[in-house]
């Protein structure tokens, strides 16, 4: 799958943001966001967020009895995520705010794909074999926000700690995936 009008797309909405604010005086604010996660997201059909995915992964190999699990490449890959709350109450920040220009709303809270599913096997209780398909694809090497401009301009940063909006995450994925046991299989 090719990404390349992934940032491309989020650059023409904030030059379109600018051009309606310049040109028809529309009240515009522009957030990044940054890899946001949490209860009530996509968790499963390929579009979810690596804290879901590995979420359901872990729960799934636990209910079933096989404990492994598929890491996409080698799990060295680095990454920040934000819980929906913190996404929530920064959006609303920028939004009472006078700020015009693009802000970066995520987590500078760094972990690997092997430490997020540390994280996950320590809330499950289990320690599951590691499968690392180095085919798969597995993104850029590390990614990570500055938060640097949103905590400077409206004293916001991330309250939330990646264990405990984990715990959360997984709580609720878990309970979605009881609830629809019966008519899946894995």
Not at 96 to 108: I, K, Q, Y
Not at 131 to 159: F, M, T
């Amino acid at each position: 799958m090719r990404e390349d009008g992934y940032g491309w797309e989020k650059l023409f909405s904030e030059r379109m943001c600018r051009h309606y604010r310049e040109d028809f005086g529309m009240h515009t604010r522009m957030a990044r966001y940054h890899n946001i996660y949490g209860p009530h997201g996509t968790w499963d059909g390929g579009r979810e967020k690596a804290p879901a995915a590995i979420c359901r992964n872990v729960i799934q190999a636990k209910l079933c009895g096989k404990h492994e699990i598929e890491i996409w490449g080698d799990g060295e890959q680095t990454r920040s995520f934000t819980y929906i709350d913190d996404c929530v109450d920064g959006t609303q920040r920028l939004m009472h705010s006078d700020v015009t220009d693009a802000l970066n709303l995520g987590s500078d809270q760094m972990v690997s794909i092997n430490q997020l599913v540390d994280i996950v096997e320590d809330i499950a209780g289990v320690k599951l074999m590691r499968n690392y398909n180095l085919a798969a694809p597995k993104g850029v090497r590390g990614r990570n926000s500055s938060i640097d401009r949103i905590r400077q301009l409206l004293g916001w940063a991330p309250s939330v700690r990646l264990e405990h909006g984990m715990q959360k995450t997984y709580a609720w994925i878990h309970d979605e995936i009881r609830r629809g046991a019966a008519s899946r299989t894995w």
